[in-house]
């Protein structure tokens, strides 16, 4: 193989690093899949609807955001083979879901409510679920927690709802309804839901 030597001559500087991008629509198209929002079986034992919605900062729905949640089962455990992307038989349970937005801002999930996990210095965290959603306009994802306003005890006791204010806890607590729980994302507004800082991943 032959060799060559050059000499680069007159290249502009760099201006520095690139700017980050707005992320999407493309998620909302490319990522949702037939069985993303169904995380427990049909047959799963105490499954409910875990529906809302996501709006910005007028109130408004937004039409092309995408939803993802990870969870424990009942017992707190995660689930740790492969298969998220496998439909869900029988009473059956993946531990993640995913969730497009319809034109008014609606996702709707099958899920169950975990149990309770500890954190990594033992102590114990009410029962949640993690919450991701992406959408345009964002330059990453935000990432939030669903508690249920039926855990009051527990709820009291979690390490990170207590590090929250007061005023702003109700944000990251889901609502009952007749057959399951009710949990809406205000990205933006008086009503912001409380996003943790889980850095860039």
Known sequence: MSEYTYEVTDVAASPGQT??????PFFHYALP???GPRVAG????????????V???????????L????????QG????????????????????????TDPDGWFELRTVKPGCVPTVEGRQQAPHIAMSVFARGMLRRVVTRVYFDDEADANAADPLLASVDEERRATLVATGTDDGYR???H????????????GAR
């Open 19 to 24: 700017p980050s991008q707005t992320v999407g």
């Open 33 to 35: 899949y037939d069985a």
């Open 42 to 53: 049909p047959d799963r034992p105490l499954a409910f609807r875990l529906s809302g919605r």
């Open 55 to 65: 709006v910005d900062g007028e109130g408004d729905g937004v039409p092309d955001a």
């Open 67 to 74: 939803v993802e949640i990870w969870q424990a089962d009942e």
């Open 77 to 100: 455990r995660f689930v740790t083979e492969p298969g998220v992307y496998a439909e869900v038989a029988g009473a059956g349970f993946r531990g993640f879901g995913r969730c497009a």
């Open 183 to 185: 949990f809406d994302v």
């Open 187 to 198: 990205l933006q507004g008086d009503d912001e839901t409380v996003f943790l800082d889980v």
